[in-house]
C-alpha cells in the first residue's frame, strides 16, 4: 500500500476517533461545548489534510519538471560533447574527470608518446606545460570570475589549439582542436598571395612597356604597332586567364557549397572540350583518341568537371608537341566510383618532376610555360576539382612516350 494512502487511512481515523470521542464525553457530561469543539477540530483536520495533499501535489510536479528539466539539460550536454568537432573534457576542481568525449581521447593520443586511456592523462603531456601553469597560479584566486586562456603548437606534424576555462566553481574545462588543416591553409594562402603577385608582374610589366613604345613613337610604322598591339593583347589575355584561374582555386578553397550538383555525362564534356579546342588542334595538327561509354554519368558541378577536362587537354595541347595524340579513356566502373584516364604519346615529364606538377605555380620549365601561356595553376585547379568530387589524381610517364593522369571522380 502506497505511503499517500497510509496517510489518508490516518488522517480519517484520527477524524472518526476524535467524533466519537467527543459524543462519548457530551453524553457523559450533557455538555455540547465539547462536541462542538470536536466538531471544529475535525474539519480543521479535514482542511489541513485538503491543503497538505494540494500542496504536495503541487511539490510533486514542481520536483518532476526539474528532475525533467535536468534530464534535458544533461542529455544536450553528452550529445554536445558527442558531436563537438573538438576535443572536450570537463574536470573537477582536484582535476578528476567529470566528463569527455572520444576526440578528447583521441587527440590525446595523437599527441602523447604513449598510449592513453584516460583524459587526466592530459596534464601529464609535457606540451601543455603552460595550461598547467595556468591552472597551477588562477585556481588559487579567491576571485569567482571565469578566467581562460589558450595555446598551439605542433607535434607530429599536427598543429593544435588548446585552451582552458576555469569556472566559478573552480572545476575546468579544457578544449583541444586539431587546427592541421586551417594552419595549411593560412599557409597555402600566403605562399598564393606572394605567387600571385610574382606572377602578375610579368604581364603587367609587359603590357605597360609596350604601350609606353606606342606612346612615345607615335609616328612608328604601321607594322611595328601591330607587333606591339598583338604583344600587348597576348599579355592582357595571359593576365586575364591567371586571374580566372585564381578565381577559381578561391571558389575551390572556400565556397564549395555554392558549386551546384547535376548528373553529368562524361563523354559529353569530353566532346564540348574537343570541340572547343579543335582549332588549335588541327593547328598543331594533334588528334584526340576519346574511348568512354555513352552513358557514363556522375553527380558532380559542370563547370568543374569542365575545367578537368580541359586544363588537362590544354597540358597536353601546350607541352606533347605537333603530331601527337591525346588519349582519354575510362577503363573502370564500380560501384562507387569511374576511373579515368587522360595521356598524350609526347616528350614526357623527368620523373623528379611528377610529384610537384600539381602544385600551385609549378613548373617543369618556366620559361618555356611562362611563352606558350600557362599560368602555373591548370593542373592545381584539377586536383582541387577532383578532390572536391571526393576523387584522386596521380601523374605517371607512359611507357610509350608521354604523360598519362589517372584520376578517379565519385559517382
Known amino acids: 500500500m502506497r505511503s499517500s494512502q497510509l496517510r489518508l487511512i490516518s488522517y480519517f481515523g484520527c477524524i472518526i476517533l476524535v467524533y466519537a470521542t467527543g459524543i462519548i464525553l457530551g453524553y457523559f457530561f450533557k455538555d455540547t461545548s465539547i462536541i ?30 526539474t528532475k525533467e528539466s535536468l534530464y534535458m539539460e544533461r542529455e544536450k550536454l553528452r550529445t554536445h560533447l558527442r558531436y563537438s568537432t573538438r576535443g572536450r573534457a570537463v574536470f573537477s576542481p582536484h582535476r578528476k574527470e567529470i566528463s569527455s568525449n572520444e576526440l578528447f581521447i583521441q587527440l590525446l593520443n595523437i599527441i602523447s608518446d604513449h598510449k592513453v586511456q584516460y583524459s587526466e592523462k592530459f596534464f601529464d603531456l609535457p606540451e601543455v606545460y603552460e595550461i598547467i601553469e595556468f591552472l597551477d597560479n588562477k585556481q588559487l584566486e579567491p576571485t569567482k570570475e571565469t578566467k581562460s586562456t589558450e595555446i598551439r603548437f605542433s607535434k607530429n606534424d599536427c598543429h593544435f589549439e588548446v585552451s582552458c576555462v576555469i569556472f566559478a566553481d573552480k572545476s575546468f574545462e579544457v578544449t583541444i582542436e ?23 608582374k610579368t604581364p603587367i610589366s609587359s603590357i605597360q612597356g609596350f604601350t609606353e613604345t606606342l606612346i612615345n613613337n607615335p609616328n612608328m610604322d604601321e607594322e611595328k604597332k601591330l607587333f606591339f ?5 597576348a599579355q592582357a589575355v595571359r593576365l ?10 578561391n571558389k575551390l578553397d572556400e565556397s564549395s557549397d555554392s558549386f551546384e550538383m547535376d548528373t553529368i555525362n562524361i563523354l559529353e564534356v569530353v566532346e564540348s572540350v574537343t570541340q572547343d579546342v579543335s582549332l588549335v588542334l588541327e593547328e598543331k595538327n ?8 555513352a552513358d557514363v554519368t556522375i553527380n558532380g558541378n559542370m563547370l568543374q568537371i569542365y575545367s578537368i577536362f580541359r586544363n588537362l587537354i590544354d597540358n597536353s595541347i601546350l607541352y606533347a608537341g605537333i603530331g601527337t595524340t591525346i588519349f582519354i579513356e575510362c577503363y573502370r566502373i564500380d560501384s562507387e566510383f569511374i576511373y579515368l584516364s587522360v595521356a598524350d604519346n609526347g616528350v614526357g615529364v623527368d620523373s623528379k618532376h611528377l610529384n610537384k606538377i600539381f602544385d600551385r605555380f ?26 572536391f568530387h571526393q576523387g584522386r589524381i596521380s601523374a605517371k610517364n607512359r611507357k610509350g612516350g608521354g604523360v598519362e593522369f589517372l584520376f578517379t571522380l565519385h559517382k
Open 36 to 65: 462542538i469543539f470536536l466538531i471544529s477540530a475535525c474539519v480543521s483536520l479535514v482542511l489541513f489534510y485538503i491543503i497538505a495533499k494540494k500542496m504536495s501535489a503541487e511539490n510533486t510536479k514542481r520536483w518532476e519538471q
Open 240 to 249: 586575364s586567364n591567371l586571374l580566372q584561374d585564381i578565381s577559381m582555386l
Open 362 to 387: 609549378y613548373r617543369v620549365d618556366k620559361g618555356r610555360s611562362r611563352k606558350l601561356g600557362g599560368t602555373g595553376l591548370g593542373l592545381s585547379i584539377v586536383k582541387n576539382a577532383i578532390q
Open 229 to 233: 598591339i598583338e604583344r600587348c593583347h
Open 178 to 200: 586539431d587546427v592541421t588543416k586551417e594552419e595549411e591553409q593560412a599557409i597555402l594562402k600566403k605562399q598564393l598571395a606572394q605567387n600571385v603577385s610574382h606572377e602578375l
Open 286 to 293: 594533334m588528334h584526340v583518341d576519346v574511348n568512354i561509354p
